[in-house]
């Protein structure tokens, strides 16, 4: 029986990426005994189960309030910090709003895309590939963050300032330029210093 992979999240809330107790027992006990769940470093759950009642989980998943998602070369959902200034100060409904138009997009490489509500930047957005920072009422971007390897590096600040009407159109921009001229398998921060941050802020901006 040919085995399936996708990903799963709760979203996230002031209080951060937070699973309930019934959405976790139901996930646990309609997978299957062979399935297999993966704890990712992107707060997505990864779950790899036969292919034959994928349908029949996804929808009993959804039905709890889980999101589901596809897993592999693919955006991936919002990873977004716990939003301790409380939801207004710290911008719960732009970042839902974003959420919902940058997950599950395909791309040539997996793109993580990063938000933390304040300059505290307790979620580590500096080493997505994409940040968003909220300072205050504007938003600062920030690209080519790299976590992985030796060569890591922090991503640099792209544009600042950002009214929260521009950010979706920015940050979805940011990612159509990707799915169009992205080279299969290349990292974003590869891509970036191929393309430079210069084309891309005249591009976007
Ligand atoms: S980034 Fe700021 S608002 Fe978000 S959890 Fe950290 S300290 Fe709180």
Request: aromatic share 8%; hydrophobic share 40%.
């Amino acid at each position: 029986m040919a085995v399936k992979k996708f990903a799963v999240t709760p979203g996230f809330e002031v209080g951060g990426t937070v699973f309930k107790p019934e959405q976790l027992a139901i996930l646990g006990r309609i997978v299957g005994d062979n399935a297999k769940i993966e704890l990712t470093t992107f707060k997505q759950l990864y779950v790899a189960m036969e292919e034959d009642r994928l349908e029949e989980v996804q929808d009993e998943l959804q039905k709890s309030g889980l999101q589901i998602h596809p897993s592999g070369y693919f955006t991936k959902s919002l990873i977004a910090c716990n939003f301790c200034k409380g939801a207004e100060d710290a911008g719960l409904d732009v970042a839902k709003a974003l959420d919902e138009m940058i997950a599950g997009h395909e791309v040539p490489s997996p793109l993580k895309i990063g938000y933390a509500g304040c300059a505290l930047g307790t979620s580590e957005p500096l080493l997505k590939d994409i940040a968003v920072v909220k300072m205050r009422d504007t938003f600062d971007i920030y690209i080519g963050g790299e976590a992985k390897g030796l060569k890591a590096k922090l991503a640099r600040l792209f544009i600042s300032g950002v009214k929260e009407e521009r950010l979706i159109p920015i940050v979805t921009g940011l990612i159509s330029i990707f799915q169009e001229h992205g080279k299969k398998k290349e990292k974003y921060s590869k891509f970036i210093e191929r393309i430079t941050v210069e084309a891309l802020r005249e591009t976007v901006s």
